[in-house]
Every structure is written in C-alpha cells, then in structure tokens.
C-alpha cells in the first residue's frame, strides 16, 4: 500500500458522532489523543492529512491546527466531488489515498479511494464498503486504527513510531 493522502471525516469518526452545545450556544467536541498520537506517525511517514466534513466547527479547525494537518475542508456538502476536484488538482491517484469515514455522506467520497476504513459503529452501507472496519468506534481511537493497520500494510509501522516514540531502556 503506497497511501500518500489521508482522508478524514470528523464527526462520528474522528468523534463520538455527538453535538455537544453549551448554554451560550457553544460547540464543543471530543476528540481522542490516540488518534492525534496515529496522526503524527502518518505524517511523519510522509502521508498528508486531510479533513473533510460536512460541518463547519471552531474545534475541528483549532484540533487540525494543534495536529498541523495539511488540508482542513470545512462546510463540504458534496464530498465526492469536492475530493475528486482536489485529486486531480494534486495529482493524487485512487491507489495513493485513504479515507476514513462514517456515514452515507461518506459513501460517494469513499468511493474515490483506493483503501477505505471505517470506525466499528458505522452506518451498515459504510461497513459494506469498508476495506478494514475498526476494532475502536468513532472517537474512540478508530483513527488510530485506520493509520495501523495503512502502515503495518506499508511495511513502515514499527520504523515509524520507534523514530516518532522512541522508547529509551
């Protein structure tokens, strides 16, 4: 597997999937430090990361800030065609990007990519597509298991996180 792109959708995914308001009407969401651990190793194996969600979100931008993710889609109703668009804008091939997604309004985006995963409480129609559904649900580190298992396929996982996590005896 040569992944060269991660595609991410947020909520469900790299969230629980829930929307949390506060009483001022502020949004807060859940992430998992286990998924931004996996992402810094994706990077640092040469993948760039993308989010792409259907929402606009104030965590979601400050989250891809913290991470320094490459691309940061908010407000995306058209997934599919926004992905394909910046595909061919990027000289990305299907065989060099991954996406890891949800919900139906995943689907169309999904389909552009050569590997696919998915958190393991997502929609059946998701699952069905899925090339590797994640032990972890959304927001629970299934991000994490996506980066695993496109690095172990690579053959680069341990080179990768001895380098990022070194572990001193």
């Not at 032990?135 to 996506?146: L, N, S, Y």
Request: hydrophobic share 40%; glycine share 10%.
């Amino acid at each position: 597997m040569d992944i060269k792109l991660l595609v991410l959708d947020v909520d469900g995914t790299l969230t629980d999937g829930g929307l949390y308001l506060d009483s001022t009407g502020n949004e807060t969401k859940k992430f998992t430090v286990k998924d931004g651990a996996a992402l810094t190793l994706a990077r640092a194996a040469g993948i760039q990361v993308m989010i792409l969600t259907g929402r606009e979100s104030e965590p979601v931008r400050r989250r891809a800030a913290e991470l320094h993710l490459d691309y940061v889609i908010q407000g995306c109703a058209d997934k599919g065609t926004r992905l394909r668009d910046f595909m061919a804008e990027k000289g990305f091939t299907r065989q060099q990007v991954a996406y890891v997604g949800d919900d139906w309004n995943d689907l169309a985006a999904m389909s552009l990519c050569g590997f696919v995963a998915c958190p393991a409480n997502s929609a059946k129609e998701v699952i069905a597509r899925a090339d590797y559904v994640c032990p972890q649900k959304g927001g629970e580190g299934a991000v994490r298991g996506a980066v695993e298992r496109i690095l172990q396929a690579a053959g680069v996982f341990d080179e990768v996180l001895s380098r990022v996590y070194p572990a001193e005896v």
